[in-house]
């Protein structure tokens, strides 16, 4: 079954202790992404990544890092985590062609509450 | 810099009226993808629809329909008699476009819909 798999999905951390969550796809997909939902703002983009070993910012990045190191996966990584970074993440997917149509695929979404 | 504007926060209708959730986006690129999402109450996003730039044809499927139109620079979502499982969070997403490899995408700040029996 074609999927973006997130682990964990609920997460309840503290202030300043490292965490990564992890997101894996089995579509063979060039594109990568991570996003933050929280109410009133919608879906924000914090990193993608169009393939191995070339990432960049989206327009929330601050606190946050990313790697892809291999084309399935995709981690983030919140090196010091701070009660504003509290959200619901999701990780998505998509061809990188145009002829696929940039449709992404979504992940399950993981529920980070920072104390 | 992209932007997606969904000014309906929450819209409330009885079930099997008709509901237009509103889109309207801005972009300085000449080709571009729209797309709209459901995230129902269990919290998952569902691809709808994809419509690129270059193809302002209007879209129907079963009771939902799409109306892209350029010239308002709007992209906007009809249910045709609701129902109880629409009721759900909708967000429309713009990536844009030649100009940075189709690799940022901005979502809209989501439609709440409550589908009222």
């Known amino acids: 079954e074609a999927q973006v798999t997130q682990n964990p999905r609920y997460l309840i951390t503290v202030t300043g202790k490292k965490l990564t969550v992890t997101c894996s796809q089995n579509?063979?997909?060039?594109?990568m992404s991570w996003y933050r939902q929280d109410p009133g703002l919608g879906l924000r983009q914090i990193y993608y990544s169009m393939n191995v070993e070339v990432t960049d910012k989206g327009d929330v990045p601050e606190g946050y890092k990313v790697s892809r190191k291999e084309k399935r996966n995709f981690p983030l990584i919140l090196e010091s985590p701070s009660p504003n970074q509290t959200s619901l993440y999701f990780c998505?997917?998509?061809?990188?062609?145009?002829?696929?149509?940039?449709?992404?695929?979504f992940g399950p979404g993981t529920r980070l509450t920072v104390t | 810099a992209q932007k997606v504007t969904q000014a309906q926060t929450e819209i409330s209708v009885v079930e099997k009226e008709d509901v237009t959730l509103d889109c309207v986006y801005e972009t300085r690129d000449t080709t571009y993808y729209l797309f709209w999402y459901k995230q129902p109450p269990s919290g998952e996003l569902v691809f709808l629809i994809r419509?690129?730039?270059?193809?302002?044809q209007n879209e129907i499927s079963g009771r939902y329909s799409w109306n892209f139109q350029k010239s308002t620079s709007s992209f906007n979502f009809t249910i045709t008699a609701s129902q109880v499982v629409d009721s759900a969070v909708y967000f429309c997403?713009?990536?844009?476009?030649?100009?940075?490899?189709?690799?940022?995408?901005?979502f809209g700040t989501g439609t709440k819909l409550q589908v009222i029996p």
């Open positions: 419509r690129n730039s270059f193809d302002e």
């Open positions: 997403a713009l990536r844009g476009g030649n100009s940075g490899g189709y690799q940022k995408v901005t």
């Open positions: 579509m063979n997909h060039e594109y």
């Open positions: 998505a997917s998509s061809p990188g062609t145009p002829t696929s149509g940039y449709e992404q695929y």
